[in-house]
């Protein structure tokens, strides 16, 4: 009954260190995302993949990358961070029918010093 | 404009109140409707979708309205335990592709 996985839970990191979020769902999705949410605000999408070898970016794409080899992993990276990129990220996935609901992981709370 | 506004919030009422939450949308080609609901510090989850015809679950009615491009979710008889934040979210085709759009939130504080 694992769903939406995401490690780590908790991460510090210090300015210019680079990073990779995990995620991996077990639902067979084909849709899954990053997100992030910072303090008192909406969540704002960062990149998602409707399959495996398909990425494209969302709403705040800049200073991470992904990619998606296995319909099951999307894991996002942090190139160089930044204190600007302290903040929670959520990993979602779905199936791609416009009726599917979206489930998340439990988030993974980072910052960076 | 954004894609998906909600009211601003935060509200406050008492115990048993009922409450109720707009969002309205701007992509008339949006296909599917649903409310969120998130606790301080956790993920977003399902609280139920929104069909046209308009849907009930226990204390909560969501709704639809097409023709004016909102949605809503009213809740009855307030509980301690419906404080969180309620998200409104729109699913559908894009200029940009498929999307899911998430509301900012809005935030109910139920009082004893």
């Known amino acids: 009954n694992a769903g939406v996985t995401q490690t780590p839970k908790f991460q510090v990191l210090k300015t210019g260190q680079s990073m990779t979020l995990q995620c991996a769902q077990d639902?067979?999705?084909?849709?899954m995302s990053w997100y992030r949410q910072d303090p008192g605000m909406g969540l704002r999408l960062i990149h998602y993949?409707?399959?495996?070898?398909?990425?494209d970016q969302g709403e705040v794409p800049n200073g991470y990358n992904v990619s998606r080899s296995t319909t099951e992993d999307f894991p996002l990276r942090l190139l160089s961070a930044a204190p600007s990129q302290t903040s929670v990220y959520f990993c979602?996935?779905?199936?791609?029918?416009?009726?599917?609901?979206?489930?998340f992981g439990e988030g993974s709370w980072l910052t960076v010093v | 404009r954004k894609e998906v506004e909600q009211d601003p919030g935060p509200f406050n009422v008492p115990e048993g109140a009922t409450v109720a939450f707009n969002c309205t949308y701007s992509?008339?080609?949006?296909?599917?409707f649903f409310w969120y609901r998130q606790d301080c510090r956790k993920e977003p989850k399902l609280l139920m979708s929104?069909?046209?015809s308009g849907n009930e679950d226990g204390r909560f009615t969501a709704q639809l309205n097409r023709a004016s491009q909102y949605i809503s979710l009213l809740i009855r008889d307030s509980k301690l335990s419906d404080s969180a934040t309620y998200l409104c979210?729109?699913?559908?085709?894009?200029?940009?592709?498929?999307?899911?759009?998430f509301g900012a939130g809005t935030r109910l504080f139920v009082k004893a």
């Open positions: 639902m067979n999705h084909e849709y």
């Open positions: 993949s409707v399959g495996a070898g398909i990425t």
């Open positions: 979602a996935s779905k199936n791609t029918g416009a009726g599917n609901t979206i489930y």
């Open positions: 979210v729109v699913n559908g085709l894009n200029t940009g592709g498929f999307k899911t759009i």
């Open positions: 929104v069909y046209s």
């Open positions: 992509n008339s080609a949006s296909q599917s």
